[in-house]
């Protein structure tokens, strides 16, 4: 079979109609449907096998025009068959940036989700059990939830949140457009509530480095009564895969490269054609190699940025505003060396808002950075300005995460005085 080549040009072409219940005998490349309230704007790329990828979203940046259809172009790299497909939710709320597929009070997006797949797979002779969502952060939250609905499909997905527990700006972003805070949703669309019932295999993987979601899982771990076993965690039908790569600026965005996806094709066949079931004998090699060249490609990108960074501070050259916050989003995740840089070019000022740090000078003295960056702290609050008001949060998280007793009181005091975060006097 001779496949067309896909072009940007081609995505971005006007959408034609399909009715779900009569599919035509060829599905357009860009087509659309409606659902009850649901806009779905999909892409489908036919392919020679019988296997289909569903790409799914994530958060989306306002700015960013729909629909986006994220990792399109890993069909040059599939036999299969590709589904990406945009979240009605943005389409309703034109000011949210999360959607998770939800839906409204009287109906559920992810089931709309499921039967738009179920009837194009079905169509083009595709088993449910050779399915493979796939997604990042809030995507493959939406990925693990939809495979309830099939049979024997494959879930994977990258630093996913866990419904309904997200982070809090999150929530704000959500509650702000429709109403309702995430905790309050149908507690059909909570993860834990996704594994129940479930037969599908569910693969997550999940940098130890960003501490945002380390946590999550970890919480997400607990509360199913799975406990960790390495980097490479099964439990029944849920396997975890930990990796650690600091990443630039954030590690959460340690997403896969073309090359790693060649390497994770290799383990869905082998789950998906292969049938061969989801063990650490089977598999812990296969896990171990993805894990490492995971770790080298995101770490030799970071000490390249790294490198940069000391040569600007060495030769005195002014950090904009969007270097500076690349800093301060690793030093949120708990990162040091980001924390010693920063306070290095407030030191040289050579940034475009710039802290006197002479007066806290002596404290680098201290080998402990706990006691440098109290210092810090403490003298960027009594300055009074509410202009580094995200430094002081950023600053204080990582200790505060690690239940540090004096970052803990001043954590406590940018929550009581709404600085840096929401107010919340509790």
Not at 33 to 57: K, Q, R, W
Not at 162 to 188: A, H, M, Q, W, Y
Request: charged residues 20%.
């Amino acid at each position: 079979m001779i496949l067309p080549t896909i072009t940007k040009e081609m995505i971005n072409e006007p959408p034609k109609e399909v009715d779900i219940d009569c599919l035509p005998q060829i599905i357009p490349l860009r087509f659309f449907t409606n659902i009850g309230t649901a806009h779905f704007e999909g892409l489908f790329i036919v392919g020679d096998s019988p296997v289909l990828y569903v790409f799914l979203p994530a958060a989306r940046e306002l700015s960013a025009s729909l629909p986006r259809f994220i990792r399109w172009s890993r069909h040059s790299l599939i036999q299969g068959s590709v589904i990406c497909i945009e979240d009605p939710m943005y389409y309703n709320y034109p000011n949210l940036k999360f959607g998770y597929f939800i839906g409204n009070k009287t109906e559920d997006y992810t089931k709309y989700l499921a039967l738009v797949i179920k009837k194009i797979a079905f169509h083009n002779n595709i088993p449910e059990n050779n399915i493979i969502f796939y997604g990042s952060s809030a995507g493959g939250t939406v990925g693990i939830n939809v495979s309830k609905y099939f049979n024997n499909s494959l879930s994977f997905s990258i630093n996913p949140q866990i419904l309904p527990k997200v982070p809090r700006r999150f929530n704000d972003n959500f509650k702000e457009n429709i109403g309702t805070d995430l905790t309050k949703i149908n507690s059909t669309h909570y993860t834990k509530n996704a594994l129940s019932n479930n037969n599908s295999k569910i693969i997550i993987m999940c940098n130890k480095q960003s501490i945002e979601d380390f946590r999550t899982i970890a919480e997400f771990m607990n509360e199913n009564d799975i406990e960790f076993d390495s980097e490479f965690t099964i439990k029944n039908n849920v396997a975890i895969i930990l990796y650690s790569s600091f990443g630039n600026p954030n590690p959460h965005n340690c997403f896969e490269t073309p090359a790693l996806f060649k390497l994770l094709q290799v383990l869905f066949n082998k789950l998906l054609i292969e049938k061969i079931p989801l063990n650490k004998d089977e598999y812990s090699e296969m896990v171990d190699a993805i894990v490492s060249v995971w770790n080298e490609h995101h770490n030799m990108i970071y000490n390249e940025y790294y490198s940069f960074i000391d040569y600007k501070i060495k030769n005195s050259y002014v950090f904009d505003e969007n270097e500076i916050k690349n800093l301060k989003n690793h030093i949120y995740n708990g990162n040091l060396n980001a924390n010693k840089k920063l306070s290095e070019i407030y030191d040289k000022k050579i940034c475009p808002h710039i802290i006197d740090i002479d007066k806290i000078k002596n404290n680098t003295l201290y080998p402990d950075n706990i006691k440098y960056m109290i210092a810090t702290f403490d003298y960027i609050w009594n300055l009074n300005t509410n202009c580094y008001d995200d430094d002081l949060f950023n600053l204080i998280m990582p200790y505060a995460y690690y239940k540090d007793p004096l970052s803990l009181v001043r954590l406590a005091r940018l929550y009581r005085d709404g600085r840096g975060t929401s107010k919340d006097l509790k």
